[in-house]
């Protein structure tokens, strides 16, 4: 039985790893969004759902009494899923606009790594999700600053943090997606049509998650088969 943590799960690929994963009774799932409605209409029984906002504290307790009371203070995948979005041009983004970004995209991951980590061992892993518009020298696109540049970080936080922790684990990789047809992709090009799925994508996601700390560690692995 594997303990299976992931952000970001009220839609796009983080609801679809919840739906996928739950069909494999060998895992248990605590799934962490700012509503659990959407994984809760599920009804499936090895998933909780908890209502979680990474920049609150008193919701990181919440997850560390999770752990310890229900899965015998054992976490063996961690997935930082959520992300916020902002698609506005540089010259009229306010300070506050993008703390809020930061806070979810890179503050929260920061905060909500160090809350589980205790309860991981070396044979664990831990995912970041970042996307193409944060990898050097990739295209870029307008607007996308602040979710570009906070998304960045996180690749830069995957390489030092498996670094500290590569004589103990857990693992730590980074994926970088490409197009995949979500709310978020949506968002940031409206009318846009990905070629991936948010489906497809999430199965990948899984794989990796369970096979990929075989292999990798404080990798950044680019997902894409097309621009963005």
């Not at 664990?124 to 960045?152: D, E």
């Not at 997606?177 to 070629?195: L, R, S």
């Not at 497809?200 to 794989?207: C, L, P």
Request: negative net charge; hydrophobic residues 45%.
């Amino acid at each position: 039985m594997k303990n299976i943590i992931i952000t970001g799960t009220s839609r796009g690929i983080g609801y679809e790893m919840v739906r996928i994963l739950a069909e494999d009774q060998e895992v248990s799932i605590l799934a962490l969004s700012r509503t659990a409605q959407p994984i809760n209409a599920l009804g499936i029984e090895n998933v909780t759902a908890i209502p979680f906002n990474l920049t609150k504290p008193e919701d990181l307790k919440e997850v560390t009494d999770f752990v310890e009371q229900e899965w015998n203070s054992q976490v063996d995948i961690l997935v930082h899923n959520a992300g916020k979005m902002l698609k506005k041009p540089f010259e009229k983004i306010q300070l506050a606009e993008l703390k809020k970004v930061f806070d979810v995209n890179i503050f929260g991951v920061f905060e909500l790594t160090k809350t589980v980590l205790p309860f991981m061992n070396s044979n664990g892993h831990i995912v970041m999700n970042s996307t193409m518009g944060a990898v050097q020298g990739s295209v870029k696109f307008a607007g996308l600053s602040a979710y570009s540049s906070s998304k960045a970080a996180l690749i830069n936080l995957t390489e030092v943090l498996a670094e500290e922790l590569k004589e103990k684990g857990p693992a730590v990789n980074c994926l970088a997606f490409g197009a995949v047809q979500t709310e978020m992709f949506e968002e940031a090009f409206p009318g846009g049509e990905a070629p991936v799925s948010a489906e497809e994508m999430a199965d990948y996601v899984i794989d990796f998650a369970l096979k990929g700390n075989r292999l990798y560690n404080g990798k950044l692995l680019q997902i894409s088969n097309s621009t963005p």
